[in-house]
């Protein structure tokens, strides 16, 4: 009989999964290794100690998701399982994206290992699996299907079947994540403005099957959960304060990452404009070229000489042609 569940019985109620233990010990093993061998090969530039705690972090939430009192109540609490669901799906996921073990893996290797990697990052199902498209619908799928249909209860009374939920939250997780907040070596390169459409896109899937939970009624509860212990919410108020856990902490997630978005964003807008790359100025520096046929200011290629005056007389040459009689012909560039 498990006691009442809050943060003491989160500390002490621990379910140890060895699969799980032996896989995160192993995983942090070898990514320690890969920081060692970048540290020795290039001790001037060693791997970065914040990216190395952050996959430390993720291997913890995830081995706190299942193996602590989060793992031991998500049999009895429905909305303590959604708990669970967060973690595994849109909080160790990014975590591990954030540490880029697959570039880690790519400094701290040599041929032919590190050739493989190479050519398994650019084979056409990684790009696949890593299109921005197919991820979100790999989400959206993750989500609904896991909580909307029947595999909810198939997930309940089989654990075979609920440790498979977890592996398919990391992975789905992961592959989701990835092109929105990573920076590895991948195909794609998704602009700012759609990596926020599709967390807003995002949004209301959580939202949605949130909604969904929070209204269904006896039956539903009884067919994910078994009646609770005495002093446990009921099946229904289980039920339904999972959905407030999906729709609310679900939208908040989704939210703080569509922050930490505009504020990437905001970070290279800053160092681009300190270069002279900022969108703002090649748009102006395209702008510019159009209408008179030279470069703009302060864009000169390496070995060209531009002056400033000649842009003027260009500009000027180009404003006179607007104001010439019509049918006039063009400066010459």
């Not at 921005?132 to 198939?154: D, K, M, N, Q, V």
């Not at 075979?160 to 989701?176: D, I, R, S």
């Not at 339904?240 to 997630?253: E, F, L, P, R």
């Amino acid at each position: 009989m498990l006691p009442q569940f809050g943060w003491h019985a989160v500390v002490t109620q621990w379910e140890w999964a060895p699969l799980v233990t032996a896989a995160a010990l192993i995983m942090a093993g070898l990514y320690l290794w890969g920081v060692w061998r970048v540290r020795r090969a290039h001790p001037a530039r060693p791997w970065p100690w914040h990216r190395t705690v952050m996959f430390l972090a993720g291997l913890a939430v995830i081995v706190i998701a299942t193996e602590s009192g989060v793992g031991a109540y998500d049999d009895v609490l429905f909305w303590d399982h959604m708990i669970q669901h967060l973690m595994l799906i849109m909080i160790a996921p990014p975590l591990l994206v954030a540490a880029q073990p697959v570039t880690l893996l790519l400094h701290a290797s040599r041929n032919p290992l590190h050739t493989g990697v190479k050519k398994v990052i650019r084979s056409r199902v990684v790009s696949f699996l890593t299109w921005p498209p197919f991820t979100f619908c790999a989400y959206t799928a993750a989500i609904a299907g896991t909580h909307l249909t029947g595999l909810a209860h198939e997930t309940h009374v089989n654990q075979t079947l609920h440790n498979a939920e977890h592996v398919a939250y990391l992975f789905v997780g992961y592959l989701f994540f990835l092109p929105l907040i990573g920076s590895e070596p991948i195909r794609w390169r998704v602009s700012y403005p759609l990596r926020l459409l599709l967390f807003a896109l995002a949004m209301p899937v959580d939202t949605f099957t949130g909604l969904i939970l929070s209204y269904e009624g006896a039956g539903y509860a009884r067919g994910v959960q078994d009646p609770p212990p005495p002093g446990f919410p009921s099946q229904v108020v289980d039920v339904h304060w999972a959905g407030a856990v999906m729709w609310i902490g679900g939208d908040a997630i989704m939210f703080g990452f569509m922050m930490f978005v505009v504020w990437m964003w905001s970070q290279d807008d800053d160092r681009s404009a300190e270069l002279g790359h900022g969108w703002l100025a090649a748009a102006r520096s395209a702008s510019f070229e159009n209408l008179t046929g030279h470069r703009a200011p302060g864009t000169a290629g390496a070995g060209e000489d531009m002056d400033d005056d000649e842009h003027l007389a260009a500009y000027n040459a180009y404003l006179a042609q607007l104001n010439g009689p019509p049918g006039q012909d063009a400066p010459p560039g």
